[in-house]
């Protein structure tokens, strides 16, 4: 990717389990000097939010979108531990489990869409992105708003079963139309209606934007990541070692042929090691991953060999005890930024430029 691949400025934005990741896109600058901020994740944020409610013994009321659980779920599950009151409209609720009847089950209290929050209870706002501060934040530094965005976030579909067989089934079908860049970045009329954490994202951004793509953070991150490796004409596999999650895919001209992903917390080098070998060799199995905690895998092509190995995000230090041989990838000069380029990369295939 060049800073001519396309000739706009857009806002990238990479909502991982811990942060996001903000790239103030503008063709008319090499990309090292364009602006960037890593910032606390919304769920981080929120989750801060209803600790501060926990804390002054106050009921909460969560109104707004779908958005990443994590952080915030867990703090929402506290809050009913100690005695509190959480309600909740249904879309915000979906933030915590996509079955409402399981949410009720928690304790929470469903509340209509148009409600007014209960007395007393803090009004909690939920979604992936807070468009007012980060454009209060760019004006704060004189920095104008791009009507373009480019958005990443882990979105594992709406399902009333297990949320990871969900995820992999969609992950395999878009590996099998061929995996390109092309088919992982979505517009706002093209996503799939059961991605509904991208659709709630989209949906948020439209009356404001001109132009919105989205994509998954972890083919984002891949893509991102490929263009630091030595030889990007080759084979390889790229490990995006996140805050929340892990995933491997492997990269055959440009278009991802095999991915597995697993909770980062769960998984140590030595048997990372060995499912990078299993996944180069094609033996590694949905089951072995999804029966460990892991989302799961899919393969439909490997290389001939063990192809050079790009490593990249915030944890990505696990990976310097690796029996392999394997390159951090630092694209651009910055490995926070990895999703972000991706998502730039994403950008330029929908307009049809190279990326």
Same mark, same amino acid.
């Given at each position: 990717m060049?800073?001519?691949s396309?000739d706009?400025?857009?806002?990238a934005?990479?909502v991982?389990a811990?942060t996001?990741?903000? !790239?103030i896109?503008?063709?008319e ?6 602006f960037k901020?890593?910032l606390?994740?919304q769920?981080?944020?929120v989750?801060k939010?209803?600790g501060d409610a926990t ?8 109104t707004?979108?779908?958005m990443g659980?994590g952080?915030c779920?867990?703090?929402i599950?506290?809050h009913?531990k100690?005695?509190?009151?959480v ?14 009847n399981?949410?009720?089950s928690?304790?929470v209290?469903?509340m209509?869409?148009n409600k007014?929050?209960p007395a ?10 807070d468009?007012p501060?980060i454009?209060q934040? !760019?004006g704060l530094f ?5 009507g373009t965005?480019?958005?990443a976030?882990?979105?594992h579909?709406?399902?009333m079963?297990s949320?990871?067989i969900?995820?992999?089934e969609?992950?395999?079908e878009?590996?099998?139309r ?7 970045a979505?517009?706002p ?7 509904t954490r991208m659709?709630?994202?989209a ?14 953070t ?6 991102g ?7 990007p004409?080759?084979?390889m ?5 996140g805050n929340?999650?892990?995933?491997c ?6 278009r991802i042929?095999g991915v597995?992903?697993?909770h ?8 990372l090691?060995?499912?990078?070998e299993? !996944?180069?060799a094609g ?12 989302h799961?895998?899919?393969i439909?092509?490997?290389?001939p060999?063990m192809?050079q190995i790009i ?6 230090h696990l990976a310097?005890?690796?029996?392999h ?5 630092a694209?651009?000069g910055d490995m926070m ?5 991706g !998502?730039?990369k994403?950008l330029s295939?929908v307009?049809g430029?190279?990326?």
């Amino acid at each position: 990717m060049t800073s001519s691949s396309i000739d706009t400025s857009a806002v990238a934005i990479d909502v991982g389990a811990g942060t996001q990741d903000i !790239l103030i896109y503008d063709s008319e600058k090499q990309i090292e000097q364009c602006f960037k901020m890593v910032l606390p994740s919304q769920t981080t944020i929120v989750a801060k939010q209803i600790g501060d409610a926990t804390h002054l013994g106050k009921d909460i009321f969560m109104t707004g979108g779908v958005m990443g659980g994590g952080a915030c779920v867990r703090a929402i599950k506290q809050h009913l531990k100690d005695g509190l009151q959480v309600y909740s409209t249904e879309t915000a609720a979906k933030t915590i489990y996509d079955d409402l009847n399981r949410v009720r089950s928690l304790g929470v209290t469903i509340m209509p869409q148009n409600k007014d929050s209960p007395a007393d209870a803090v009004r909690i706002k939920t979604g992936d992105i807070d468009l007012p501060a980060i454009e209060q934040m !760019l004006g704060l530094f004189g920095v104008d708003m791009p009507g373009t965005f480019a958005v990443a976030v882990q979105d594992h579909g709406e399902s009333m079963g297990s949320n990871r067989i969900f995820r992999f089934e969609h992950l395999k079908e878009v590996i099998d139309r061929g995996g390109s860049l092309r088919s992982f970045a979505y517009t706002p009329e093209t996503i799939p209606p059961y991605l509904t954490r991208m659709t709630s994202v989209a949906r948020s951004l439209s009356h404001v934007c001109d132009d919105v793509i989205m994509m998954d953070t972890g083919p984002a991150a891949v893509f991102g990541a490929a263009s630091a490796a030595k030889d990007p004409g080759q084979p390889m596999i790229v490990l995006n070692i996140g805050n929340g999650h892990t995933l491997c895919a492997i990269l055959i001209d440009n278009r991802i042929t095999g991915v597995f992903e697993h909770h980062t917390r769960q998984i140590t080098i030595k048997t990372l090691d060995t499912y990078i070998e299993k !996944l180069a060799a094609g033996t590694l199995t949905f089951e072995e991953v999804f029966e460990s905690g892991g989302h799961g895998c899919h393969i439909k092509n490997t290389p001939p060999k063990m192809p050079q190995i790009i490593v990249t995000g915030p944890n990505r230090h696990l990976a310097k005890q690796s029996r392999h041989k394997v390159t951090f990838a630092a694209p651009y000069g910055d490995m926070m930024l990895t999703g972000c380029f991706g !998502l730039i990369k994403g950008l330029s295939s929908v307009r049809g430029a190279k990326p």
